[in-house]
């Protein structure tokens, strides 16, 4: 079952420059199961959870998001309990509330929801940040501050944010070390665009 998660999940992703490549969805996966262990968390949930959490995406999936479509239909194709789709769609639709919007109702959501603002955060995040960035044409940094779309920017919007917004212990401790990463970098970028090093 997981396998094949895995090969519906990276046909979906294939080609797509949202920020929501397979790679990523691998990565959430892999920490997601880390985090569950860690926590006692359902294993068999979040790993189906993680692998499908981005397939229905906003921005990939417009016309499927609000039902999770594509996830449910999977599943369902799969034969995968009633039951368990439902558990399964629940914690992805309460982790994609960008932005830190609404706690996730169970254990199961909480560690997927972690894994993927992990991702977000740490020298994985500073590099999808630049590479979103570049594929909008975007400036990396505006030193006067008033270009609201340059990537240093998103720092302070998102990513500095959300350390304080992990639900598990687990995840908090992993938090804390790759946003001390972010914050040097940050003075190290700085540093360097002033010519000081
Ligand atoms: P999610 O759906 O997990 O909240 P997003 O779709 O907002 O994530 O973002 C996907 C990736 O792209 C993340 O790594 C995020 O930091 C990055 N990203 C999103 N918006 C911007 C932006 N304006 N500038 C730079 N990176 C961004
Ligand atoms: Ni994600």
Redesign the pocket.
Known sequence: MIKKAMDFAERIFAGDG???DFD?TLRVYRMALRIAEEEGADLDIVALAALLH?VD?R?LSPETCEGKKRAVGFLQENGVNSDTIERIVQVISEI?F??GRGIPSTLEGMCVQDA??L??IGAI?IA??????GS?D?RMHDPKGLDK?S?I??FY???LLLKDRMNTETGKRLAAQRDAYLREFLEEFYAEWDGKR
């Not at 999808?128 to 960035?133: I, L, N, T, W």
């Open positions: 949202s920020g929501h990523h981005d995406d921005k994609s960008s932005e993927d603002r991702d977000a995040g999808r940040a630049f590479a979103f960035g909008r975007r779309t990537t920017q998103h919007d998102k990513l």
